[in-house]
């Protein structure tokens, strides 16, 4: 089983980026899946979910600017992150939630 993200960036206060997470060995669409997040110094936070029924959950400091979607023919999900601010950089991972599968990390920096 892999989860691989990608779409991590630099980019400046206001911009978007869009990750994703092609994921192998591993259904997305049997798994809620989840993008969490760690800067550094600071403990992993749950940033987004969407469930085997296409709910989502946002985190507060998150919610209207960032859209979780997945692709269940690409077997891929994504995080659309709109108006970027400087606190949302970090590491962004990707995770199956119950699965014990992680990605393996991509770096978003947000500074000008």
């Known amino acids: 089983v892999q989860l691989v993200e990608s779409g991590g960036g630099l980019v400046q206060p206001g911009g978007s980026l869009r990750l994703s997470c092609a994921a192998s060995g591993l259904s997305v669409s049997s798994y809620a899946m989840r993008w969490l997040r760690q800067a550094v110094g600071k403990e992993r936070e749950l940033v987004a979910v969407?469930?085997?029924?296409?709910?989502?959950l946002y985190a507060d400091s998150v919610n209207g600017r960032f859209i979780i979607s997945r692709d269940n023919v690409k077997n891929t999900v994504y995080l659309q992150m709109n108006s970027l601010k400087s606190e949302d950089s970090g590491v962004y991972y990707c995770n199956a939630l119950m699965s014990g599968y992680w990605g393996q990390g991509t770096q978003v920096t947000v500074s000008s």
């Open positions: 969407i469930s085997t029924v296409d709910s989502k």
